[in-house]
């Protein structure tokens, strides 16, 4: 029996719906093996594979920046949706590695693609980006201030890698994943309930110390990789499955649904290890769960994004079905999303 959506505790009015009308997404040609990395760094194919799950990575090519691969990404989903550019009112990018500090990478991606009637901002909250993105843009759409925005989540990991820490230089990747959302009239399927959160006493566990306006990367200091992703690989892998595991009963719960209704879950594709131990608590199959981070390892706020179009174009998600979408990323930020497909 199709349950009804709790009202969102922030409003009493009914809600205006909103649908994912058009998903995309571009992975650079170049691949990176865990063979080859293990002749870069003292690691090997069995440590990354046993450890993370991970066997691939793509990495963009010299000269492709993260609003390039966005701006494919975001092709393919206007394509699929069946839209035209001039109809886009708002364009968001999460990424934790724009092309510039400012303009926005969303502002590049608008130029690119010609939807010149949007208004366009970066979204900054590490992986768990893209469904923050989501999040704003349906409060856009519920709100009535917008029928149709581009939601993107977009990295180039690659150039704030030290390549010399195998801690870390395992483990992430770059590409870009897009989706249209659109209000397509009350009572059509869509974003069923959304959650976010962040925890800022763990800004220290992943994070870039250096290249903001506390520490410039000046000549003295450009040989301390500061501009590179620092982690606690440990704390943040405790605080990953903790935060999911949250997020996803929370959105489950705004829902209306138990875990036994999703046929879908897509998470954060960090490591095949938290995903299981997810899979463990919430006591569903692994089988339910859309892995891709095989292929691609982790790309942060792209990563979802690029799972929920594969998962889209495959055929492994289908209409009517309940999809849960749940990420975390430095920040700590954690978010989740329900959607009837
Ligand atoms: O989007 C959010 C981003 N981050 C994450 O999601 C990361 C969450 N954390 C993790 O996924 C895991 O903690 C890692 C995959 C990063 C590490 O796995 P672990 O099982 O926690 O390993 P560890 O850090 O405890 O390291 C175990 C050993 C250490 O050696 P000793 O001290 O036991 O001798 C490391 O030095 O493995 C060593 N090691 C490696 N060995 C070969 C660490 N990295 C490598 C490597 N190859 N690449």
Redesign the pocket.
């Known amino acids: 029996m199709k349950r009804q959506p709790r009202s969102s505790p922030r409003s009493a009015k009914p809600r205006r719906s909103v649908s994912i009308v058009g998903t995309g997404s571009y992975v650079p040609e170049k691949i990176l093996t865990n063979a080859a990395l293990s002749t870069m760094v003292?690691?090997?194919d069995e440590?990354?594979t046993t450890?993370?799950g991970i066997k691939e990575r793509r990495i963009a090519a010299k000269g492709e920046h993260t609003s390039d691969m966005a701006t494919k990404a975001a092709l393919a989903a206007i394509e699929q949706a069946q839209i035209d550019p001039s109809e886009i009112e708002l364009i968001l990018v999460a990424t934790a590695t724009p092309d510039m500090y400012f303009p926005a990478t969303a502002c590049l991606v608008q130029q690119k693609i010609g939807a010149l009637k949007a208004a366009c901002l970066d979204v900054s909250a590490a992986?768990a980006g893209f469904l923050f993105a989501v999040e704003i843009a349906q409060q856009f759409i519920t709100s009535h201030t917008y029928d149709t925005v581009l939601v993107i989540g977009a990295e180039k990991l690659s150039s704030i890698t030290n390549w010399t820490d195998?801690?870390t230089c395992?483990?992430f990747g770059d590409g870009a994943g897009a989706a249209i959302l659109r209000h397509r009239g009350n009572g059509a399927h869509g974003v069923i309930s959304t959650h976010i959160g962040s925890d800022g006493q763990y800004a220290d566990i992943?994070f870039m110390p250096g290249g903001g306006c506390r520490t410039p990367i000046t000549r003295e200091n450009a040989h301390q990789n500061l501009q590179t992703i620092h982690?606690s690989?440990?704390e943040?892998?405790k605080q990953?499955i903790t935060a999911m595991l949250r997020a996803s009963k929370k959105a489950l719960d705004q829902a209306g649904l138990t875990i036994d209704d999703i046929a879908c879950v897509i998470p954060?594709q960090?490591?095949v290890r938290?995903i299981e131990a997810i899979a463990d608590r919430l006591k569903i199959p692994l089988e339910k769960f859309y892995v891709n981070l095989d292929r691609y390892g982790?790309t942060?706020a792209a990563a979802v994004a690029i799972a929920l179009d594969e998962a889209n174009r495959s055929g492994r998600i289908k209409a009517g079905d309940y999809v849960l979408m749940v990420v975390f990323?430095g920040g700590l930020t954690w978010a989740s999303t329900v959607i009837e497909w």
């Open positions: 003292d690691t090997t440590w990354i450890r993370t992986c195998r801690n395992v483990l992943l982690m690989g440990k943040v892998y990953a954060h960090a490591n938290i982790n942060s990323g």
